[in-house]
């Protein structure tokens, strides 16, 4: 099994910047690649981000490209999302999630194997 824990999120107004962080803790060495997806009301859940943790590819829903950076810090287990110019449609719980296999790029969220327990983001105009 592997744990997630998401931290970072907030209220901000747009234009602003915030920070994602998800640790993974557990059995970290299950884990080949790392998403962000994100959730809005009434909204399927959708890819933001996915990275691998060998070789640090990493991949972007086109919404995002250019604003949005996701990192990973493997000595701490951890994977970043940063996010720059916020607009109100990127009001979201966001989710860090975790996927065991190998296939790459992923970006359905039936692909990912263990998720965390979503974050708020709410971006004001």
């Known amino acids: 099994q592997v744990q997630l824990v998401e931290s970072g999120g907030g209220l901000v107004q747009a234009g602003g910047s915030l920070r994602l962080s998800c640790a993974a803790s557990?059995?970290?060495?299950?884990?080949?690649?790392m998403g962000w997806f994100r959730q809005a009301p009434g909204k399927e859940r959708a890819f933001v981000a996915g990275?691998?943790?060998?070789?640090?590819?990493?991949y972007y829903a086109d919404s995002v490209k250019g604003r949005f950076t996701i990192a990973t810090d493997n000595a701490k287990n951890t994977v970043y999302l940063q996010m720059n110019s916020l607009k109100p449609e990127d009001t979201a719980v966001y989710y860090c999630?975790?996927?065991?296999?190998?296939?790459?790029?992923?970006?359905?969220?039936?692909?990912?194997?263990?998720w965390g327990q979503g974050t708020q983001v709410t971006v004001s105009s």
């Open positions: 999630a975790a996927r065991a296999g190998s296939t790459w790029p992923t970006q359905w969220p039936y692909e990912y194997d263990y």
């Open positions: 557990g059995r970290t060495f299950i884990r080949n690649a």
């Open positions: 990275i691998r943790w060998s070789g640090g590819s990493t």
